[in-house]
Structure formats: structure tokens, C-alpha cells
């Protein structure tokens, strides 16, 4: 027993001191036993034990003794005489030793890695979000076109290795400083101060996964978005987010972000579709696109984010549609929508919203029960109008104003008409509603203006009120649904108050530019702006007269428009005058409209404008013409 | 020790150590401010698993010597920056004052009780009382480490001048915040 605890005793002493040694793997133990003359015992490697020798060198020291090997159960007792040590030299203990098992480990915790980074290096710059250049039209110092320039193409991929970003600065949004409880602290939004309705709104977004803020236009929805954003940033909620809105507003949404919430990395995605391949996997909080680019990208998109933001929501209400296909593959564990008109025309259209933003809510079977819908959608729905929560925005009045054509325009017209409606009969069964649309489209534009006499009784209107109006040293915007058909040929009548036209033809450049000067330059007195093109998400408050040379079908559609001027921003009165003629098809399309606004007002007005309308239906647009829609 | 300057060119260090979303390791982190708590440097350590067996063999001083010798001590090393003061939520990261060069200080809510034996030799530093500048923040006490008495008075004088803008242990829930994100994005973290 004496060895056998010197032994483990020793042997424990071995493994546990040994001084810097971190493995403890023993193949050999040399123990001093003076009195019974051992010198040494050889144990094997530890991790196969196999047995224990043990070896005599003084044979005249050596008595009688009993080894008692290991705890285990196994006992081995050998008698050792004087008599069989003169024929044994070495004597080998063959039964198995039980080790305990010994696992390595470390005393010692070594010191950590650290990483990190200096926030001072990184400012954000206003054109951090840019990869490349927006447009390629731009000359390059070389003098040539930038894409097809070697050196600047080089220069390019070199500025994509350096905008490589640490993970380190997209954890920045969490470091920073609280927003107040009212998004109110001063060292968060500086100058910047939310309405209480706005901070109602906020609240509502960060306190839904899914939802749909439907304010009217102008209460600043990408505002409220843009906060709420920032604060599910702060408290880790969120880490990327996508952003998905029409062309006209996506450098509107990029300043918004920088004004309200600058620690964020936003990424315009834009650009060839190379250059947008790389953008796509650029680190940043913010991804900024258009929904046609969305879908252009179809395959080479990110699929996943935190936050999906729609803005103008809408533009998903045609499920069928390759937008609508490209939005339902971005998954996000949030989903918002922004649109002060959710509802354009039909119940369906909430429908394929809301298959979106909240899967299963709304059945195609709910659209015969308004009242049903409006109890569905309601938790995740909040709206406020102007009247309720902006007291203090200026009015807005609206007006009509009905003009007679010009006699020349009359002969045009009615010329125009006749033959258009001859020409439909002819064609009898095979008229379809494009042909009627064709001449719908063509007899308002001679409303607008006379192709061949250039005669335009609302072109005269429009100069005598705009004379009035930049005497008082106001401005004035101009929509029409024709950019080349009418405002184009508007301009040169128009010289004296310096128009400024945007349309769809223009770049993201040019148009971004167009709306700077007209804001800040005193020069320009009026834009003539494209319906579709300038309709959305633009801020144009320095302007307070609004003149819809034609309307679209849709009123939602002008009232969008219109609101560019009646919005937070705009400290003026804002007069909105929309010109027809009378004894046109101008006439009998506003007739058709005014029966039906009133019905549809009284379905949906909770949910969307009151002005909203049904567009009108085949039957009644061929009855126009006194035409009946061929049974097919 | 005196501290030159306004107090607007305090850069203000925020040290304390977490436990990973997992809940079997350490992570450190330092923040470094300026006095409005604007962000200037984050830094933080890959986690620190320790062993079963060095949770036993280290009791009591595992935390405290985690967190001062081996993260506290890295962090300070690697920053660009260097604060005006260091504030610790954990009384035992107030020995972390032994290898800097500017005051360090513990700060806590006043009343929340805490656990003496884990400062080094139960030594308690002198302490001294912050109230706050508005009814929405609570009262603080401060305590500096038994052999920097000095560090209480320069303290005080900093932290009450930028209690009116920044809650001094508010900036530990953003890194909290922080560490949780890295956990969650980045498996070394986890």
C-alpha cells in the first residue's frame, strides 16, 4: 500500500507541478525507494497503459513486501525472496494498472484578441452612397465617356476595394447616443423636430412588424419611416433594412436619410447591371431601389432583409405584375408600407397589399364585405388627414375652371372627333377599348392645345393667371398626362417665366437638378411637370399655384400631384385649379366621375381619400362615344 | 490629479465585460465617447470561454480577472484614443486604475447593493453622491480605487457636468446592445 500511494503520490506531483508544461504525457517515473533498495520503475505512455515493470539493482536490500496495485479491484501480491532475486534481475509486474484518465488542460486563460474601430476616420460623405457614377453620360477627365474610358474603369474597381466597410462601422447606429422619449434629444435629431402626430406615427411603426402608415400626402411618412428605422437601429432590432420606391423620390429618400438619420450607410443601388451586381452585396444599413430596378435584378438581389419598407405601397396592388412578383421574393422580418393612397380603385387592390405585408390577412373572397376589410386591416392600418392633425398647414382650394376652345381648336376638335368616331363603327366588332382610348387620348390633347392652328384656350389662361402670379413673386407648376404632346409644345409660349419642364425623359441627375433650381432659383416661375414623372414623393413647396392642364383618369392621381405644394414646408395658401373645356369628352369624363365619387366615398373613406375614385369601366367608356361594348 | 480643458474636450471611456449571448463566456468592451456620448471608438474583445475546471480553480476572481488583466488591459492598449476619464459598471473593473494613466471611477445607481468581497483585499475606494439633473435619471454614486483617492474629486467634476447631457451608465446598454448584435451576425462572438 506504502508504494502504491508513494507511487500515485509521485506520479500526481509529476503531472499536476510540472512547471511550464502544458502536456503531461509521462512515458517514465524514476522513485527513490532507499529502503527497499528500488530505483527506478518504468511506467508506459499514460495513454495506453499496458503495465508496470519494475527493476532491481541493489539484490542485498531487497525483502520480503506485498505490492498492492491500483484501486480498481485488481489485486496483485508478489512474494519477493533474497533466493529468487539471484535468478531474477528484472522483475516485471504483468497485470494491468488502472490509470486514472488524465485530461490535458490549462491552468492558464490567455489574453483575448481584440477588435474595434476609430468612429473618427468615418464621416459620412454625401456621396458615400454611390458607388459609381450615376450617370454615364458624364465626360471623364480623359474626355471620354466614362464607361468606355480604360483608366477611369480601373479607377472604379479601385474606389470599390477602398469603400470596403468594416462590420464594425454598421454596429454604429447601435452606439449611438438615445433618441429621447419623444425623439426629442437634441444631440439625435439637432434642429430637427417631429410633429406630435409624426411621433403617434413612429411609435405605431416601431410597435408593428407589419403595418401600412397611410397618412395623407404631405404629413411626412419617409420622415416618420426614416425615425422609426433609426430607432429599431438603436436598440438592435434591425441591422439592414431595404428600401423600395419609385424612381421620382429614391434622392429624396437618400437626403431624407442623410438629414434624419446621417450615422446610417445607405447604398443607392443604381447603375448598370454590373455595377449593380456589386452594389447589392456592398455592407450598408440602407439599400435604396426603385421597384423596376428591383425587378430587373430579380436574380442577383439580396433576398433577405430585417426591414422591408415599401413606399407608395401600391404599386404591389397588381398581384399578376413583375413588380409585385419582385417585391413577394425580398423577405423581411418587418414590412412596411407607405402610401397616402393605398386604395386606387378596387378592394382587391388592398388585397395583394396586404398578401405582402401581413400574408393571410385578407382573402379575395373579403372584397364584398367593405365593412369586413376595413375591421381586418385596422391594427395594422393608421391614417391621418391634413384637417385632423395639421391645423396649421395653409388651405388649399380647389377649383374648376371650364373654358370654351378657341374657334380653330373647335374645328379641330370636333373634325377630330367625327372621323374618330367613324373610324370605331367601321371597325364594328373588332373595336376594342385601346381604340377608344386612342381617340380619348388624342381629343384631349387638341383640348390642350391645337396641333395644327398651335391655338390653346387654356394656354391663354394659363399666361393671364401666370402673369398675375409672378407679380406677387410666387410660382406655379403646371401637370399634364402629355410631357411631349403638350407640355414640350407649352414651353416656347411660355418663355417669359423661364419654365423648367420635368419629365420622364430626364436622368436622376437632371431631375434631381431641375428641382433644386426651381426651389431656389428665383428665375424660374414655373415647371411644366409630367403627371407621372413629378406625381410622387417630391417636396415643391415654393411653388403655391398648382394648374392641372389635364387630369389624368384616376383623381388620386392629381391629388398626388397637387400635394407636392400642399405639404409640411408650405407656409402659403395653395390654389389648385384644373382646366377643362366644355362640349368636349373633357366634359362627359368628369360627368361619369362626379356620379361615382360619391358612391365610392361612402364605401372607403376611412381608408383612403375622399376624393378617390373608381376609374371608369369599358361599358362606360365606350358610352362616351355613344358606342356599346360588342358581346364577344 | 488635475484635468486640463473644458468639459467639452473630455473624450469619456465606458469599460465593462458581458457574457456572450450563450451565456459561457466573456466578452470585453470599451467605448470611448465624447461628452455628449457620441461615439468616437468601440472596441471589444473576441470572448474568453474559460474551462470548467478554471472556473473552479480561479472562484471568485474569475470576473475580476478577466475583466481587468486580460480584457480591460488589452482594450486600453489597442485603442487610437485616449479618454479623459474611465467609468466601469463592475466595482471590480475599478482595478483596471493600476495600469492607466487617467482616472478611473466606478459608477453605479445609488441604492443598488453590490457584492464587496470582489474588489481586490475588500479595500473600498472613497465614494461620493451625483444627483441628477432632472427627475428622469436616478442619483449616482461614485467611487474611485482605495489607492487613487484623488481620481473622486476630478470625477465628480466631470461626470455632473455632463450628467445634464448624458446618463453615465447609459452608454453601457448601448455596448450591451452592441455585443449582442455582434453575437448574432458573427459566430466568433457568439
Known amino acids: 500500500m506504502k508504494i502504491l500511494r508513494d507511487l500515485t503520490s509521485n506520479l500526481a506531483k509529476k503531472l499536476l507541478f510540472n512547471d511550464k508544461d502544458r502536456v503531461f504525457l509521462l512515458d517514465k517515473i524514476e522513485i527513490d525507494f532507499k529502503e527497499v533498495g528500488i530505483t527506478q520503475i518504468i511506467i508506459p505512455p499514460i495513454s495506453e497503459p499496458q503495465g508496470i515493470k519494475i527493476q532491481f539493482f541493489q539484490k542485498s536490500a531487497i525483502k520480503d513486501f506485498d505490492i498492492k496495485l491500483s484501486d480498481s479491484g485488481q489485486t496483485c501480491i508478489y512474494n519477493i525472496s533474497n533466493e529468487n532475486l539471484d ?19 490549462s491552468v492558464n486563460i490567455e489574453k483575448p484578441a481584440t477588435i474595434g474601430i476609430s468612429y473618427k476616420k468615418y464621416e459620412r460623405k454625401n456621396n458615400v452612397s454611390t458607388l459609381f457614377p450615376i450617370s454615364d453620360d458624364n465626360l471623364c477627365i480623359h474626355g471620354l465617356k466614362r464607361k468606355f474610358c480604360s483608366i477611369c474603369g480601373k479607377s472604379s474597381n479601385s474606389e470599390k476595394t477602398k469603400s470596403k466597410s468594416n462590420f464594425f462601422q454598421l454596429i454604429l447606429p447601435i452606439l449611438q447616443t438615445p433618441l429621447g422619449d419623444n425623439f426629442d434629444s437634441p444631440i439625435a435629431f439637432q434642429d430637427k423636430k417631429l410633429y406630435p402626430f409624426q411621433r403617434d406615427g413612429v411609435k405605431f411603426l416601431v410597435n408593428h412588424k407589419q403595418a401600412i402608415l397611410g397618412d395623407e400626402m404631405g404629413l411626412g411618412k419617409s420622415i416618420q419611416a426614416i425615425v422609426a428605422i433609426r430607432l429599431l437601429f438603436r436598440i438592435g432590432e434591425i441591422v439592414n433594412v431595404i428600401i423600395i420606391c419609385p424612381k421620382s423620390v429614391l434622392t429624396d429618400w437618400e437626403k431624407k436619410l442623410n438629414d434624419w438619420a446621417p450615422e446610417l450607410r445607405v447604398v443607392k443601388i443604381c447603375g448598370t447591371p454590373e455595377q449593380r ?31 422591408v419598407i415599401l413606399d407608395e405601397i401600391q404599386k404591389i396592388k397588381n398581384p399578376s405584375a413583375g413588380i409585385t412578383k419582385a417585391v413577394r421574393r425580398i423577405n423581411g422580418k418587418i414590412r412596411w408600407g407607405l402610401s397616402g393612397t393605398p386604395l386606387e380603385n378596387y378592394l382587391e387592390e388592398l388585397v395583394s397589399i396586404f398578401a405582402y405585408i401581413k400574408p393571410g390577412l385578407l382573402h379575395y373572397s373579403d372584397v364584398q364585405n367593405s365593412q369586413k376589410i376595413k375591421e381586418l386591416i385596422k391594427p395594422f392600418f393608421l391614417r391621418r388627414r391634413k384637417q385632423d392633425v395639421m391645423k396649421k398647414l ?30 370605331l363603327k367601321r371597325q364594328g366588332l373588332s373595336v376594342t377599348v385601346q381604340h377608344v382610348l386612342a381617340l380619348i387620348s388624342k381629343l384631349k390633347q387638341i383640348c390642350n392645345l391645337a396641333p395644327r392652328s398651335k391655338e390653346s384656350c387654356k394656354l391663354e389662361y ?36 423661364n419654365p423648367l419642364v420635368y419629365d420622364g425623359s430626364l436622368s436622376e441627375t437632371q431631375r434631381d437638378a431641375i428641382i433644386k433650381k426651381f426651389q431656389e432659383d428665383e428665375q424660374n416661375k414655373i415647371i411644366l411637370m409630367s403627371v407621372k414623372a413629378g406625381g410622387l414623393g417630391l417636396t415643391l413647396t415654393r411653388a403655391n399655384y398648382v394648374f392641372h392642364f389635364d387630369l389624368w383618369w384616376n383623381p388620386s392621381v392629381a391629388l398626388q400631384a397637387e400635394d407636392r ?52 369601366s369599358e361599358e362606360e367608356l365606350f358610352s362616351l362615344f355613344n358606342l356599346k361594348k360588342s358581346k364577344k | 490629479m488635475n484635468i486640463k480643458g473644458s468639459y467639452e474636450e473630455h473624450l469619456l471611456g465606458f469599460l465593462s465585460i458581458y457574457e456572450t ?16 456620448g457620441i461615439p468616437q471608438e468601440f472596441r471589444c474583445t473576441h470572448p474568453i470561454k474559460p474551462t470548467a475546471v478554471q472556473k473552479v480553480l480561479y472562484g471568485d476572481s474569475l470576473e475580476p480577472f478577466i475583466g481587468v488583466n486580460l480584457c480591460g488591459s488589452s482594450l486600453l492598449k489597442s485603442t487610437q484614443t485616449v479618454p479623459s476619464i474611465l467609468i466601469v459598471d463592475k466595482n471590480y473593473l475599478i482595478d483596471i486604475r493600476k495600469i492607466t494613466t487617467f482616472p478611473v471611477i466606478y459608477v453605479r445607481k445609488a441604492g443598488e447593493t453590490i457584492d464587496l468581497s470582489l474588489s481586490e483585499g475588500n479595500k473600498i475606494g472613497k465614494r461620493d453622491r451625483i444627483d441628477p439633473p432632472n427627475s428622469k435619471s436616478h442619483p449616482l454614486i461614485i467611487i474611485s480605487h482605495p489607492d487613487f483617492s484623488d481620481d473622486l474629486s476630478v470625477a465628480k467634476k466631470i461626470l455632473e457636468k455632463i450628467f445634464i447631457i448624458l446618463d453615465p451608465l447609459e452608454p453601457f446598454h448601448r455596448m450591451l446592445k452592441a455585443i449582442e448584435v455582434l453575437g448574432k451576425q458573427d459566430k466568433i462572438f457568439k
Open chain 1, 87 to 105: 535468478k531474477i534481475a528484472v522483475f516485471q509486474i504483468s497485470a494491468k494498472l488502472s490509470y486514472p484518465i488524465i485530461k490535458n488542460f
Open chain 1, 277 to 307: 451586381k456589386i452594389i447589392w452585396h456592398f455592407p450598408a444599413h440602407v439599400y435604396l431601389i426603385t421597384y423596376d430596378t428591383l425587378r430587373q435584378d430579380e436574380n442577383e438581389s439580396r433576398k433577405d432583409f430585417d426591414l
Open chain 1, 394 to 423: 395653409p388651405k388649399k382650394f380647389n377649383e374648376e375652371v371650364w373654358l370654351e376652345l378657341t374657334p380653330a381648336q373647335r374645328k379641330e376638335y370636333d373634325k377630330a372627333e367625327k372621323e374618330g368616331i367613324i373610324d
Open chain 1, 462 to 497: 394659363l399666361i393671364e393667371k401666370l402673369e398675375e402670379i409672378t407679380e406677387q413673386g410666387e410660382k406655379a407648376i403646371v401637370f399634364s398626362q402629355y410631357p411631349n404632346k403638350t407640355l414640350r409644345l407649352l414651353e416656347p409660349s411660355l418663355k417669359k417665366f
Open chain 1, 565 to 616: 405644394t400642399h405639404r409640411i414646408g408650405q407656409k402659403k395658401t395653395v390654389f389648385v385649379s384644373s382646366l377643362f373645356t366644355v362640349n368636349t369628352i373633357e366634359e362627359r369624363i368628369q360627368n361619369l366621375l362626379n356620379k361615382k365619387r360619391q358612391l365610392f366615398k361612402d364605401v372607403i373613406d376611412d381608408l383612403s381619400d375622399t376624393r378617390l375614385s373608381k376609374i371608369l
Open chain 2, 21 to 36: 449571448n450563450s451565456n459561457d463566456g466573456y466578452i470585453g468592451s470599451l467605448l470611448i465617447t465624447d461628452f455628449q
